[in-house]
């Protein structure tokens, strides 16, 4: 079944400060991590990926941190703007056909 | 780099009806997903395909959903009889089919069922 699924279903901040999301996910077999935006009315984008064999990667903006001991995730938006202002899903890839599970997701709020 | 098609993109139908919406994936890419996503929800995987052979589609209703993908370039998702509960985005998605290759979603196809 589902696996992959959030703490918080919505984060609301203030332009410019860091944002974080959290994704919890339960299959241990899983190692590949992704992490995809959704604005409204439009399809999931990708953000940033891990391996499992990894801890942080970075990108412009984004930090996504692994921690596989407590089969944790996260997203770090830097500087956050109104642009990041959408929902935005944790994925993990099962090692087996490369089978895609979303979370629940997190809807990011950004004010102004 | 053209990404991946999908039409129509809102079709409103009564249940009971037929629908049946196209996906067209980024070049080359060998696999190929049809997603669920109903409103507030995470994406479920409805069927995925490398190249023209059904890879996993144990949660497709197969009763009423089916998929195809013949020429192993772009697919076919058909529903019909259509029911409320399928109100919901229809969501296609591509990748190169490498183990840990991006996938990458079109914007969906927006199904109304009344």
């Known amino acids: 079944g589902e696996s992959v699924g959030l703490h918080l279903p919505t984060l609301s901040v203030q332009e410019g400060d860091n944002s974080i999301i959290n994704c919890a996910y339960s299959?241990?077999?899983?190692?590949?991590f992704i992490w995809y935006k959704q604005e409204s009315g439009k399809g999931p984008q990708f953000i940033i990926d891990?391996?499992?064999?990894?801890d942080k990667r970075q990108g412009q903006r984004v930090t996504v941190l692994l921690n596989k001991t407590v089969k944790h995730l996260s997203l770090q938006i830097a500087a956050t703007q109104p642009g990041d202002s959408a929902v935005y899903f944790c994925?993990?890839?099962?090692?087996?056909?490369?089978?895609?599970?979303f979370g629940q997701g997190t809807e990011l709020s950004v004010k102004p | 780099e053209a990404g991946v098609a999908q039409s129509p993109r809102y079709k409103i139908i009564e249940k009971r009806q037929s629908v049946a919406f196209w996906c067209n994936p980024i070049s080359g890419h060998a696999t190929l997903y049809w997603y669920q996503q109903i409103l507030g929800q995470g994406p479920k995987l409805l069927i995925q395909f490398q190249n023209n052979g059904v890879v996993d589609d144990s949660q497709l209703p197969k009763d009423r959903f089916s998929a195809e993908r013949l020429k192993g370039v772009d697919s076919t998702l058909k529903i019909q009889p259509a029911k409320l509960e399928d109100s919901a985005v229809y969501l296609c998605?591509?990748?190169?089919?490498?183990?840990?290759?991006?996938?990458?979603f079109g914007e969906g196809s927006w199904l109304t069922v009344v």
């Open positions: 998605a591509s990748s190169t089919g490498n183990s840990g290759n991006t996938i990458y």
């Open positions: 994925a993990e890839i099962l090692n087996q056909g490369g089978k895609l599970i």
């Open positions: 891990i391996r499992s064999n990894m």
């Open positions: 299959n241990s077999a899983s190692d590949y």
